[in-house]
């Protein structure tokens, strides 16, 4: 900092940078400490021992730094937290889930990577707070380093943990996205969100379609629908497909069966509304696209992340699930001999789903 700031100065910043904030297309933000309750410690290393983190075994490294948050940035003393709020207004999301020939791609990946938009408004607002105060020593997180950032944001007072295991807000739900800027400005912290809402409410659980919330506040990633399509790379197990439907890239359905998220607000945000007509495409008709169309349809997108070949083997799985047509079977056929092993494979079961028509179609 240039100047040593009085209470009432830093008072008066803070408020500043939530303004600020919210100026660069952040609906909520609030300020803490850089400190990990206890209970949340002991909940995560908990999951861990009993497996439920599948593959993802980044999430047993770093701990040290997972659990001492300003040790990933030296000085840090406060965490600013910020909610950005992704839900398209003009998708028909259960309209889309109810139509089985069509592909249901998560809310949050229909637009542009969360991580590029959020991380840049993070860096504005930490030059913003420098041009005005100062340097201050200010480093953006967005889920891109072992920060444990939904804990964070309820001592930041954005919301309480859901069942779901998401940050519900009481007044926009939980269809946002969560951002961290570290600072080594001593920022009067926000009030924790104490209090949790949710009740007897067992509706995430009970409408999760592959039972993957075992109990409150428990998932098991390996029967997630968004590990399996997103974070698993290899096949996705015979038993859970079917349960699947047409979700092809994500699963939203904890969060629709939520009563809080009819306080969610649809985005204002350009960079999030729907590209290439992903809210509303046919299964057969993205199964077709060639690597070279999926590399320029996702520029910029989070499905990049999946890769084309677990892309293809989602759509095999979407179209084993969707009603038998000829156009259904079409677009299988066309990928039967495909060079890769793990999609063949998702192919021939997804073929053999419709083995009723084709015995009286005569394709």
Known sequence: MSAELSASDLLSLAQQIKTWAREFGFQGVGITHPVIPEKDKQHFLAWLDQGFHGELNYLEQNQDLR???????????????????????????????????????????????????????????????????????????????????????????????????????????????????FTNIPLPADKPFTKTHCGSCQSCIVHCPTQAIVAPYKIDARRC????????????????????????????????????????KPTVESDFQPRHHLDQSDLATLFVWTEAQFLERTA?????????????????????????????IAALNARKDYPSKLVREHVNWAISQHADFLATSHL
């Not at 974070?231 to 359905?253: H, T, Y």
């Not at 677990?310 to 979407?318: E, K, M, T």
């Open 67 to 181: 659990f001492h948050p300003e040790r990933l940035h030296p000085g840090t003393i406060r965490i600013i937290s910020v909610r950005m709020d992704y839900m398209p207004g003009d998708t028909q999301t259960i309209k889309i889930l109810s139509h089985k020939e069509k592909a249901y791609i998560s809310r949050y990946a229909l637009g542009r990577d969360y991580h590029k938009v959020i991380r840049k408004r993070l860096t504005q607002l930490g030059k913003k707070i420098e041009q005005t105060y100062g340097e201050h020593g200010f480093r953006a997180f967005v889920d891109s380093a072992p920060v444990m950032e939904r804990p964070l944001a309820q001592q930041a007072g954005l919301g309480w943990m859901g069942k779901h295991s998401l940050v519900i807000n009481p007044k926009a739900g939980s269809f946002f996205f969560l951002g961290e800027l």
């Open 300 to 328: 910029g997108s989070a499905i990049r992340r999946a890769g084309f070949e677990s892309w293809l083997r989602n759509l095999a799985v979407g179209l084993g699930n969707a009603p038998s047509s000829k156009t259904v």
């Open 225 to 264: 629908i968004s590990y399996l399509t997103i974070e698993n790379k290899g096949s996705i197990p015979e038993a859970l497909r079917p349960l699947m439907g047409n979700r092809v890239f994500g699963c939203d359905d904890c969060q629709l069966a939520c009563p809080w998220n009819k306080f969610s």
